[in-house]
């Protein structure tokens, strides 16, 4: 009986560590190639020097890469192997790394929000603000604020022996480790979506509420519904991804959590979700975003034929925004551009006396 029972249970965790493998190496085959895409979009368009967005969405885009190269093939191995093959250095390395590309991601967003407040609510303002510089700037910011709170990891992790056999665990005491996984909650998700949440609602609420008479004969109404779409997609896809995860360790230290194999397969679910977000971002610009299409068709050289004059070479302003990876692959991001240049226009400084509508 007992014999029977064991070659259950090996049966059992042998398919669930095929199920497991699978799912990971899915997540990274998908992670990879797509945000590998959108890297190649954003660098082929040639634009990078120019446009704070696209600065911005190129950095989260290596953030999600870097993840999904460096972590997401180590963490695997640790569901799926009875030990940690890859030595101290690595058990201390990628747990850090996961934590900076986690906080950068966050980080990064965060920033995508006040830019796209400031250009949106103060187009004028914006203007002197929103330069590739201060994007610069604000993306060196985040991954040394990145740094700061990821750092403590580098010791929180370590290879230890047990029973013959070598496994990567946390190795901080009860209080330490209670109080840095609080921390990691609070300003790795909690505060940053409270930021995301202010700003996004005010930029909606003023995107749906704001009128312009020139807007009825433009195509800025439009654009609104599908930038207001981009915002809650992007942003809600990670805070619902990462939420399980981190409620999931809040359980662990301030609830009833028991260790049995329920809760050890929801661990592992919460970790999946929250890997996975790392290559939805693709997903997102490319089912939502026509631009993006166009600009990924135009970085590869694909659908040339039958196509009209380069936009971009077409002359005007409102064309050269549309042409824009940056009005493509982030379109959720992208709609008040246009507002500078009407704004512009009322002062009688702008280069045309149109409406430059195409974000």
């Given amino acids: ?30 992670g990879t190639v797509g945000n590998s895409l959108v890297l190649a979009v954003l660098l082929r368009n040639g634009q990078m020097h120019t446009k ?16 999904i190269v460096f972590c997401v093939p180590f963490q695997a191995t640790i569901y799926t192997m009875d030990e940690w093959v890859f030595g101290p250095f690595l058990c201390k390395a990628v747990h850090f790394f996961i934590y900076l590309t ?7 967003l965060t920033a995508v929000s006040l830019d796209r407040y400031l250009a949106i609510r103060h187009p004028l303002r914006a203007r002197e603000l929103r330069t590739p510089r201060n994007a610069l700037v604000s993306i060196f910011l985040v991954w040394c604020l990145s740094l700061v709170f990821s750092g403590p990891y580098l010791s929180y992790y370590q290879q ?40 996004y609602a005010r930029t909606i609420r003023h995107l749906l509420t704001a009128t312009d008479p020139l807007e009825e004969v433009s195509e800025s109404r439009q654009a609104k519904r599908k930038v207001t779409k ?35 397969a929801l661990r592992i679910l919460s970790h999946l979700v929250a890997y996975a977000n790392s290559c939805l971002n693709p997903f997102v610009y490319a089912l939502v975003s026509k631009h993006f299409r166009k600009g ?32 493509g692959s982030t379109e959720a991001l992208q709609v008040s551009d246009g507002w500078q240049g009407e704004a ?16």
Wanted: hydrophobic share 50%; aromatic share 12%; glycine share 8%.
């Fill in 160 to 199: 230890v022996a047990l029973n013959g056999s070598a496994i990567c665990i946390p190795v901080w005491d009860f209080r330490e480790r209670r109080a840095m996984d609080v921390c990691t909650f609070v300003f790795g998700y909690l505060v940053p979506v409270l930021i995301l949440g202010l700003t």
């Fill in 52 to 67: 704070t967005t696209n600065l911005f969405i190129l950095n989260l885009g290596v953030a999600d890469l870097s993840f």
């Fill in 296 to 327: 990924f068709r135009k970085a590869f050289g694909c659908g040339r034929r039958g196509r009209a004059v380069d936009p971009a070479r077409a002359g005007g302003p409102a064309n050269a925004a549309v042409s824009t990876v940056e009005a």
């Fill in 1 to 30: 009986m007992n014999a029977s029972h064991g070659n259950h249970t090996a049966l059992t965790w042998k398919s669930e560590s095929v199920i497991i493998s699978l799912v990971f190496s899915l997540i990274f085959l998908v």
């Fill in 102 to 108: 986690m906080y950068a991601s966050i980080f990064t």
């Fill in 230 to 264: 981009m915002i809650v997609i992007v942003v809600a896809l990670f805070c619902l991804c990462w939420l399980p995860h981190h409620l999931v360790i809040l359980c662990m230290w301030f609830g009833h959590f028991p260790l049995n194999q329920a809760t050890y």
């Fill in 344 to 359: 512009e226009r009322r002062r009688g400084t702008g280069p045309r006396a149109t409406v430059t509508s195409g974000k």
